[in-house]
């Protein structure tokens, strides 16, 4: 173990994102060590640490120690790190703030989660439109926040309403001449209660730095700067990866293979156990269909390429829907072009898949030609019935506010299989005349 | 249509973005008026257009706005253009250049595409550690960049090597006292031949706002800002986004409802048939075995769950494991770690699988107990399987520098679902005893 000088030193050549990651890999006396020596640096890095060394934290500061962090604290992490704390950690901690940042704090606290308000920093710079160079200039000088809060000026007319934007380093080109022509009307903005994704579809498309948030009555209420939709994004990010690997989303982020076995196992397991279910109604419809299947035991051959035909021909439906209703390119009110669209695209991929397979059915198996008939024909339905229904569901889900990806796919999956098999069994019947 | 002086009234209250989106879905003549009437702000437009929209701006163009074109694009953005038109233009656009400008340009050209010196910006102030405020705050007033290139000074020592940076914010802040002891010492940086997810990687982790890139004498020749960066995401997002979806990624990204209806299919059709004739493998086997299953047909009614619950198992390991390696917490070299985890996790999760299926088929249905069996052993040993090929492959992909997302699909869903098969039908051999 590290003594004092020895962790000082080292810590004083490392940033607060470091630091936070060091911390979590210590043994316990050397993180209580560390607490000590990181006090200045303490407000810094406290957000970027896990919430059972925040409480760890709070439990070994005394008054003056958490007085002096609470208070040093910016905003918007502030809010993130009492968001994820017990109640009792949030009063204890609430208590040494002062009087004008509880206020503050408790405010921001009223935003839901994963909502604009509940994101952004109260830390910015506003001034009146009729302001001076030098007097935005002493703004700057008095300002608490980081740097990404000061690198744009805000102005506001008399009824504190934002009327205009100024870049810190134009105030300093016009040098006094010119500050009005310098300043920008504000034409993107969002409102507090507006979905934080919201926010990072503006960041995203119009590339900001920075974003206004207004209350109701179009009152600046905070910024939301790129650092903190860098956070939303990987939230989202994380949420798609979790969506496609089918496992619940964990609640920390930890390594693979730091992760423990039973968190891993709780993870995947509810998902397998649904789809297995799920997947038993395919079974139900073999068994009824059983006499088909005991005269012509080689239809049993392609019940697993027709199915996954179906389903891969529908997920690559959802997944553009679901992406386009994110990206609120589509919505439920469009679900008429969705399906005469993909009618068309399933029709036509569905007749070049048939040929294919007739195609290699014919020179690479025994096959009896009415077996490939049967293949072929069910192919062409399937793949037209699994875009139309690929195309519906999400968009069916997003019309009663449900999440189309989480509602899509097994359904998607259950109804096609179910659907592919019906037919197949049916035009076997006909065709080959069982 | 409207005329000159409306289009102009209707620009002057839009920004550069909502511009070029209404440009794309303009007529011509309209389109062509409002080149002329966006003369002053084209530069900034320009990068946000369509090829096809650039090509016939460089056309209508004469020679002077030409020259004021391409001599007032940001170097980032006239990179990424010159980057994608033909070279016919690329040249045509070249010849206009001031001599400094072109060099600076064809340095940058010069980086392969995805490179972090592909996405940075020549445009960034640079000083000597020994600057005054007012040397600094003259660097600032000089510069052509935009803001967000201006919100960051770097300090150089003697042999231009990079030193030190210090926020413009601070600079006024210090109002010339204690100037040096805010200057801080960069420890985060790029390399131009870095991958730009690497740079991603590192705002992410880091919450940068910029990233300076250093060549190999550990020079510092650019900087990469948070909106180059929301760029690089998206693009992964989408890469993700289509690999999720099973489809080839388009070259330009256009709306569903506006995507004409041959490059969708083109895009599909190539996965899905690629799918299915992976999938005839497992047609292939059932065949083989065709004897057993004609003894007992009602085997095949157990082969949709199987091969759905292996296929599932496996690729929530392999997603898991191409997303650790994507954020570099996994390598090749950890590949028997990972196999000893998840032999772990798929002995548990099999067997608490197998009980459910079992406790299902027992009560559900009027299954003899020797299928029941067959099915749960079975079972057991698909997601054991599944869950170690799963791990393995995206490693032995990466190993052999292939993309694991793309080798570990269709490649996973093959052997799994083959050696399902042949496991079931011997387990059934032994069991039913046929």
Redesign the interface.
């Known amino acids: 173990m590290l003594n004092v000088k020895e962790l000082k030193s080292k810590f004083d050549?490392m940033?607060d994102?470091d630091i936070a990651e060091e911390i979590e890999i210590m043994k316990k006396e050397e993180r209580i060590l560390s607490y000590e020596i990181l006090e200045d640096r303490m407000p810094d890095i406290f957000s970027l640490l896990s919430i059972k060394i925040r409480k760890e934290i709070i439990k070994s500061y005394d008054e003056k120690k958490l007085k002096f962090l609470v208070n040093n604290i910016e905003t918007d992490d502030l809010t993130d790190v009492l968001q994820e704390l017990p109640e009792s950690c949030v009063s204890e901690l609430l208590k040494y703030a002062t009087e004008e940042k509880r206020k503050i704090i408790q405010n921001l606290l009223k935003y839901p989660k994963n909502s604009a308000g509940s994101i952004m920093s109260a830390d910015f710079i506003a001034t009146s439109i009729n302001s001076s160079t030098e007097e935005i200039?002493e703004k700057?000088?008095d300002?608490s926040g980081g740097?990404?809060h000061?690198?744009?000026i805000y102005t506001f007319d008399d009824n504190k309403i934002l009327n205009g934007y100024i870049?810190?380093?134009?105030v300093?080109?016009c040098?006094g001449k010119n500050l009005k022509s310098k300043i920008k009307t504000p034409?993107?903005y969002v409102h507090t209660m507006d979905d934080q994704e919201e926010a990072a579809r503006l960041?995203?498309?119009?590339?900001?730095?920075c974003l206004p948030v207004l209350d109701e009555n179009k009152r600046m209420v905070g910024i939301i700067?790129?650092?903190d939709?860098?956070?939303v994004?990987?939230e989202e990010?994380e949420e798609?990866?979790s969506l496609?690997?089918?496992?619940s989303q964990s609640e920390e982020d930890v390594?693979?293979?730091k992760m423990k076995?039973f968190p891993?196992?709780k993870e995947?397991?509810g998902?397998?156990?649904f789809?297995?279910?799920s997947?038993?109604f395919?079974?139900?419809i073999?068994?009824r269909y059983?006499k088909i299947?005991?005269s012509q035991?080689?239809l049993?051959?392609?019940?697993?390429?027709l199915?996954?035909?179906g389903g891969?021909?529908g997920?690559?439906v959802s997944?553009?829907?679901t992406?386009?209703l994110s990206?609120k390119?589509?919505s439920a009110k469009?679900i008429f072009?969705?399906v005469a669209?993909e009618a068309?695209?399933g029709i036509?991929?569905g007749f070049?898949?048939a040929i294919?397979?007739f195609i290699?059915l014919l020179i690479g198996?025994a096959v009896d030609i009415k077996i490939n008939l049967t293949v072929c024909i069910t192919l062409i339905i399937t793949?037209l019935i699994s875009k139309i229904i690929g195309g519906m569901l999400p968009l069916i889900a997003d019309f009663f506010h449900k999440d189309p990806a989480v509602m899509a796919g097994p359904l998607l999956?259950t109804i096609v299989?179910t659907f592919t098999l019906i037919v197949y069994f049916n035009i076997a019947r006909i065709l080959v005349g069982i």
Chains 1, 2 share one sequence.
Request: zero cysteines; charged letters at 20%.
């Open positions: 050549k940033n994102f200039l700057v000088k300002s740097h990404e000061n690198s744009i870049f810190l380093s134009d300093i080109k040098s034409t993107i960041f995203n498309k119009y590339k900001l730095l700067t790129s650092d939709i860098l956070d994004i990987s990010v798609d990866f496609m690997a089918g496992i390594p693979y293979l076995l891993m196992i995947r397991i998902r397998l156990i789809l297995m279910i997947a038993t395919t079974g139900l073999i068994e059983q299947l005991e035991v080689l049993a051959a392609f019940i697993p390429v199915m996954d035909s891969n021909a997920s690559q997944t553009i829907i992406r386009s990206l390119e589509i469009d072009k969705v669209k068309k695209i036509i991929i070049v898949m294919v397979n290699r198996s793949i999956t299989d």
